[in-house]
């Protein structure tokens, strides 16, 4: 029996946004914070929509 990997729209989501945060942050200490929002926002979004499993479906 495979295992699906752990996904959810939610993680993808959230990362996006906490990660268009963290990135506006050290974007502007940069200097660009519009490339660190983007940037930010796509990684964050990335890791979280990986590892936040979101509801386990037990049977």
Known sequence: MTRK?????????????LGAVAGFLVGRAAGNAAVGIMLGAVV????????????????
């Open 5 to 17: 990997p752990h996904r959810n729209g939610r993680g993808l989501f959230l990362g996006a946004i």
């Open 44 to 59: 964050g979004s990335a890791l979280l929509y990986r590892v936040n499993p979101g509801p386990w479906n037990r049977g």
